[in-house]
């Protein structure tokens, strides 16, 4: 599925941020900090989602569009409720990347 990005306006709310290891650092610090956060992590990425982001180099913050976490700040050309149905297991889209896995639901614990 080809999909191409244009610029949101308004943006989303925020509600989640995606990224790499420098974001799982900069959660880890949040959770020794006492913030309360949840986690999901893959092969290469991490996706946290709470009230109190943390930011990262690289991050991308994503907001709800119909069930599925994409980038507060674009807009995907296929509709979000077409790409959550296309892509059951997605937990997010973002420009080249679908990350897919079980949506996090308690307070993360990241080692």
Do not use: C
């Not at 790499?20 to 990425?45: C, E, F, H, P, Q």
């Not at 930011?55 to 807009?75: C, H, S």
């Not at 892509?87 to 997010?92: I, S, T």
């Amino acid at each position: 599925m080809n999909i191409t990005w244009t610029r949101r306006e308004p943006p989303l709310r925020p509600v989640a941020v995606a990224g790499t290891d420098s974001l799982y650092d900069a959660a880890r610090k949040r959770l020794a900090d006492g913030v309360a956060i949840r986690a999901a992590v893959g092969d290469g990425w991490t996706l946290i989602l709470g009230d109190d982001l943390p930011w990262a180099d690289g991050a991308v913050y994503l907001g709800w569009e119909d069930g599925l976490l994409v980038p507060t700040l674009l807009r995907p050309s296929v509709p979000s409720s077409f790409l959550k149905a296309a892509l059951p297991d997605a937990l997010a889209v973002l420009p080249g990347r679908v990350l897919t896995g079980a949506m996090p639901v308690r307070q993360a614990e990241l080692a």
